[in-house]
């Protein structure tokens, strides 16, 4: 059973940091780009960052660049999201994912496995 479990998120004031983790089983990610999206009620899942396999190669959100990083560990098959200078507007369900594509990492589409979503809240 593949799986891709988040954990790590919480609630957090304006200016804090959180950092999520995604732990992945059942089968190795080699090859796998990794992404982490977001999504609140009524509205569509987004992009916010994504690492490549291979190279190491990390896109981001326009909207979180110079605040949150992308990274990951292939050895323990964990992907990470440090989050910093968190503002109320990030607040949201975070969920990582997994693809066999790594030129279409900012659609979701791209994306074979996804988690079950954690939950992060920014207080004013």
């Known amino acids: 059973q593949v799986q891709l479990v988040e954990s790590g998120g919480g609630l957090v004031q304006a200016g804090g940091s959180l950092r999520l983790s995604c732990a992945a089983s059942?089968?190795?990610?080699?090859?796998?780009?990794m992404g982490w999206f977001r999504q609140t009620p009524g509205k569509e899942r987004e992009f916010v960052a994504a690492v490549s396999w291979n190279t190491g190669s990390t896109w981001t959100a326009d909207s979180v660049k110079g605040r949150f990083t992308i990274s990951r560990d292939n050895a323990k098959n964990t992907v990470y999201l440090q989050m910093s200078g968190l503002k109320p507007e990030v607040t949201a369900v975070y969920y990582c994912a997994a693809s066999r594509s790594t030129t279409r990492l900012l659609f979701t589409l791209s994306y074979d496995y996804w988690g079950q979503g954690t939950q992060v809240t920014v207080s004013s």
């Open positions: 059942g089968r190795s990610f080699s090859g796998y780009g």
